[in-house]
């Protein structure tokens, strides 16, 4: 049976990689029946239903390495925790809070310190230096600057990744560049009244 990594999920269709295709697929009505989720990152046996069309079925979803609530994913084995250096400040106990669950999970993480092009060398190298000093992988973008991103480059390699941060931090940023394509819609920080929200582009 063809064997695959779910990609996306929206309601009860799911895009799954194999090695040369990408399906459209639903899944058999028995995992419902069983209250279990099906996940992005879930690695799924197949039955195809029409090569043609790229259609299947998942049958079986094989065991997982983890699993994480928010957002659900599964098998996730690196996190790219991003934190940026001005509009939001740096959330330093959401970055530990998260380092401290990453750790839990088994789950490799590097921290991105973004907006580096807003901040002086000295605070970067500051922050930089604590979490290096204690092991971590420590890189430092400016997500506007599209050469930058072969810093992440290497850790998508071979991993299912997450980006994870506060709102405005700059994921959708960097993930568009890395993919170089509009993946997903980047955000406008209100800086009027400086409250660090992130309106969506319509
Ligand atoms: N100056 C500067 N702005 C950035 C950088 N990265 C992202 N932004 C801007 O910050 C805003 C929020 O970025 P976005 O990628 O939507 O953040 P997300 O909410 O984490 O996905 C957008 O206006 C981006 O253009 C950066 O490295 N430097
Ligand atoms: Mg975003």
Not at 1 to 14: E, H, T, V
Not at 83 to 100: H, Q, T, V
Not at 139 to 150: F, P, Q, R, S, V
Not at 155 to 175: D, H, P, R, Y
């Amino acid at each position: 049976m063809p064997k695959g990594i779910i990609i996306s999920a929206s309601s009860n269709l799911y895009q799954i990689e194999t090695e040369n295709k990408i399906y459209n697929c639903t899944a058999r009505g028995k995992f419902k029946n069983e209250g279990t989720n099906v996940l992005v990152g879930d690695k799924v046996e197949i039955t195809i239903s029409s090569e043609e069309k790229a259609e299947g079925i998942i049958e079986q979803i094989l065991p997982r390495y983890n699993e994480i609530k928010r957002p659900k994913m599964a098998n996730l084995t690196c996190i790219i925790l991003v934190i940026s250096m001005k509009m939001p400040s740096p959330d330093l106990l959401l970055l530990d809070k998260e380092l401290a669950l990453a750790k839990k999970l088994n789950i490799n993480t590097i921290i991105c310190f973004n907006k580096t092009d807003l901040a002086k060398k000295e605070e970067i190298e500051k922050l930089s230096k604590i979490y290096k000093d204690i092991g971590y992988e420590v890189i430092e973008t400016n997500a506007k600057n599209k050469g930058e991103i072969e810093k992440i480059k290497p850790f998508l390699e071979n991993n299912i990744t997450a980006f994870a941060g506060n709102s405005g931090v700059g994921k959708s940023t960097l993930t568009n560049s890395i993919f170089e394509k509009e993946l997903t819609q980047e955000g406008i920080i209100s800086s009027k009244n400086k409250k660090e929200k992130t309106q969506l582009q319509k």
